[in-house]
C-alpha cells in the first residue's frame, strides 16, 4: 500500500498558524472521505479539534478539487486524477497536552489535531516531514517518531507504520528545550524540559530511573524502544496525557527539584511531580498496550463508551504513589498520608450516592470531563475512587489467597495475555483474569462494587498489615465551611459560593453556586468566616445576607454538627510480625514471598 506523505509547517508562528499538506495516491473519479479525529485517546471527552480549522483546499494535478463537508469532523472530495493533494490550515493555541500550540517561543501538537485520515487508506504507512518555522532559525524539534532523514535540529523526514501510530507520537519543538538522559533496562529514557527552569536535573534523572524502575517489574517487561517525558514547564498547570513511547507533562515550575529547596528531604510539590510521571509511565503497559476493546475499536470520530476505564486510570492512579513507595521515594507514612487524602476526598463527595463506578467509567464522556457546579454531587470520580477498589482488590487477593496471588501477578498475566500482542481486552477483562488466577469467587465482590453505589471496601483489610485508620472531624477552614455550612467558597472579599453539597444546611437554606456572601447575622462575612462558625453551637439559626446577581437576598442556614471529617492512617507498632512483614511484601515488591 502506497505511503500517505504529510508535511507540517509552521507558517505563522505570531498568528499560531500551522499549514499541514496531505499527499495520497487515490482513485480517479471514486469520493474520498477525509476525517479528522474528534477526542484523543487517553482524554475521554469530545474535543472536535475541527473546530480550529482555518481552510480546506484540495488539488489533483494541478487542478483544484471541490471539498465538501459531510459532518462536524470528515468532508469529501472526488479526485480527478490518482494523485490528491488536501492543504490545510490550523489555529493552534491551545497550552495543554491535548492539541496543538504555536508562539514564537515554542511549537507543539499532536497529530490528532492536525492530521487528516483518509478513510480509504486504511492502515496505510504513513511519512511527515516537519519543516522549521518560518523566519526562525534557532528552534529544535523532539519527537518520538522513528526519523528517517532528519537535520541536526530535528527538523526533517520521519515515518510511521500508520495513522494510528503517528498520532501516538506528539511533536514539541523550540528554543528552551533540554534533555535529561537516563536509562533504564538498557532502554534510554529522557525527562525533555520545554522551557525555562532551574532544576536540578541529576536528581530528576535518578528519581525517574527509580520509579520507572519500579513500575517495569510490576511486569516483568519494557516493551518501549525509548521513552520520553515531555514537560511544559507553565507557572501552575499539572497534568499529563500518556502515549505508546512518551507522556506529555504539564510541569509547575515550582514543582521541579530545585537543589537547594529539596537538597535534604523531598517537597510535596515534587513528590506529586513524581507521582504524575509514575502515572502515565504505568499508561506505558495499562491503556497504551492493555488496551480497552472499546477504544481499540474506535475510529475516534465518536464516543468510545465501556464500563470498565475504572480498570485503567482507577488501577492506574493506585499504582503511581505506590510505585513512589516502592523505588525509595516515598516514606511508608507518606503513602498512607496519600492513601487518607484520597479517602477524605471520596468522603467529601455526595456524588458517590448516586453513581456507581461502572456508571462514572461509562458517563466520562458527558460528566467528568465537564463538571460544573453540581459535579461534586452527581459523579465520583473513577480515578479515586477506583483506586480505592484496587487497593481493596490487592489487599483481598493477597489476605485470601496467603499472598499466592496479589493484582501485580493480575496486572502481568494481563500483559501476557492481551498487552504483549496488542490484543484488546474485552469488558471486565480485568475482573475475569483476578478470578481464574486467585481461584477466589469474585463475582459478587466485583458486582457490588462495580455496579452499586457501595462504599469501595479500602480499609477493610488494613489490620492484615499491621495498619490503622480512624475519622474525626478536621480542623482547616474548608472543611469548617463544607461541614457546617455544605459550601466550598472562593477566596474573593465577598466570598462566592462554587458548590452546595446536596444534604446540608446551605441546600436546606437555598443557597445556590455563584451566591457572594455578604453578612452573618448582619456582621460582614470577610476572610474569617471559619473562626466566626466556632463561635455559634450546633443548630444555630444563622441569617446570611447575599447577593444573587445584583439582588440582595436573605436566607436562614440551621448550621451543622461539625467541621467534614479527615481519614488518617498510620502503622499499628503493636500489630503482629506477621502483618508487618505482609505490608513489607506490599510495599517492597522486592521482598520475597514467604
Request: charged letters at 25%; one cysteine or more; a negative charge.
Amino acid at each position: 500500500m502506497a505511503t500517505v506523505e504529510y508535511t507540517v509547517t509552521p507558517v505563522n508562528a505570531a498568528a499560531h498558524r500551522f499549514r499541514v499538506e496531505m499527499r495520497a495516491e487515490v482513485r480517479a473519479g471514486r469520493p474520498l472521505r477525509l476525517n479528522l479525529a474528534t477526542w484523543i485517546p487517553g482524554s475521554y471527552v469530545i474535543r472536535d479539534f475541527a473546530r480550529h480549522l482555518l481552510s480546506i483546499e484540495a488539488y489533483c494535478d494541478g487542478g483544484a478539487v471541490a471539498v465538501d463537508p459531510v459532518s462536524r469532523q470528515a468532508w469529501t472530495c472526488t479526485p480527478s486524477g490518482t494523485r490528491l493533494t488536501v492543504i490545510c490550515e490550523f489555529h493552534a493555541r491551545d497550552e495543554s497536552v491535548r492539541a496543538a500550540f504555536l508562539d514564537d517561543r515554542r511549537g507543539f501538537f499532536n497529530f490528532t489535531s492536525l492530521a487528516l485520515r483518509a478513510e480509504a487508506m486504511g492502515n496505510a504507512p504513513c511519512a511527515v516531514t516537519i519543516e522549521p518555522p518560518t523566519g526562525i532559525d534557532d528552534w529544535q524539534l523532539v519527537t518520538t517518531l522513528a526519523a528517517e532523514s532528519v537535520d541536526a535540529r530535528g527538523f526533517g523526514r520521519y515515518v510511521a507504520a500508520s495513522y494510528w501510530d503517528l498520532i501516538d507520537h506528539p511533536v514539541a519543538m523550540g528554543r528552551a528545550i533540554e534533555r535529561v538522559d537516563f536509562e533504564v533496562r538498557g532502554v534510554p529514557h529522557a525527562f525533555v524540559l520545554l522551557g525555562h527552569h532551574d532544576a536540578d536535573t541529576r536528581r530528576l534523572a535518578v528519581d525517574l530511573a527509580a520509579v520507572c524502575e519500579a513500575q517495569a517489574a510490576v511486569f516483568d517487561a519494557l516493551p518501549a524502544g525509548q521513552y520520553l517525558f515531555f514537560a511544559q514547564v507553565t507557572p501552575k498547570g499539572f497534568g499529563g496525557l500518556e502515549h505508546r513511547e512518551s507522556s506529555v507533562l504539564q510541569v509547575p515550575r515550582d514543582a521541579l527539584p530545585s537543589a537547594v529547596a529539596d537538597a535534604a528531604t523531598r517537597r510535596e510539590a515534587y513528590e506529586t511531580l513524581l507521582g504524575l510521571c509514575s502515572h502515565e509511565y504505568f499508561h506505558l503497559w495499562n491503556v497504551k498496550r492493555i488496551r480497552p476493546a472499546a477504544v481499540a475499536a474506535s475510529d475516534l470520530a465518536e464516543e468510545a463508551y465501556f464500563d470498565d476505564l475504572w480498570a485503567y486510570e482507577g488501577v492506574t492512579s493506585y499504582y503511581d504513589d505506590l510505585g513512589l513507595v516502592r523505588a525509595g521515594l516515598l516514606s511508608e507514612q507518606g503513602y498512607l498520608d496519600r492513601l487518607a487524602k484520597l479517602a477524605t476526598r471520596i468522603d467529601r463527595t455526595p456524588g458517590r450516592h448516586r453513581q456507581s463506578l461502572a456508571q462514572s467509567s461509562f458517563d466520562a464522556w458527558l460528566k467528568f470531563y465537564r463538571p460544573d457546579e453540581n459535579t461534586p454531587n452527581a459523579v465520583v470520580s473513577y480515578y479515586g475512587k477506583g483506586a480505592q477498589l484496587a487497593l481493596a482488590l490487592d489487599h483481598k487477593l493477597r489476605v485470601e489467597t496467603g499472598e499466592r496471588i496479589t493484582l501485580d501477578d493480575v496486572m502481568r498475566q494481563i500483559w501476557l495475555d492481551y498487552g504483549q500482542y496488542d490484543r484488546p481486552v474485552p469488558e471486565h477483562g480485568l475482573a475475569a483474569i483476578a478470578g481464574q488466577l486467585s481461584g477466589l469467587a469474585l463475582d459478587d465482590f466485583f458486582e457490588r462494587h462495580l455496579h452499586t453505589t457501595a462504599e469501595a471496601p479500602w480499609a477493610d483489610w488494613l489490620a492484615d498489615f499491621g495498619l490503622v485508620a480512624s475519622c474525626a472531624p478536621a480542623g482547616d477552614d474548608a472543611a469548617v465551611l463544607l461541614g457546617r455550612l455544605g459550601v466550598r467558597l472562593g477566596s474573593e472579599l465577598l466570598p462566592r459560593v462554587q458548590n452546595v453539597l446536596d444534604d446540608t444546611p446551605a441546600r436546606a437554606a437555598g443557597l445556590a453556586a455563584g451566591d457572594r456572601l455578604v453578612a452573618f447575622d448582619e456582621l460582614e462575612v470577610g476572610t474569617g468566616l471559619a473562626g466566626r462558625l466556632a463561635r455559634y453551637p450546633a443548630g444555630a439559626a444563622v441569617r446570611v445576607h447575599l447577593f444573587r446577581g445584583d439582588e440582595l437576598l436573605v436566607r436562614t442556614l440551621t448550621l451543622g454538627d461539625a467541621a467534614a471529617p479527615v481519614w488518617q492512617l498510620s502503622i499499628d507498632e503493636s500489630a503482629d510480625p506477621a502483618a508487618h512483614a505482609r505490608r513489607a511484601r506490599w510495599l517492597h515488591h522486592d521482598v520475597s514471598q514467604p
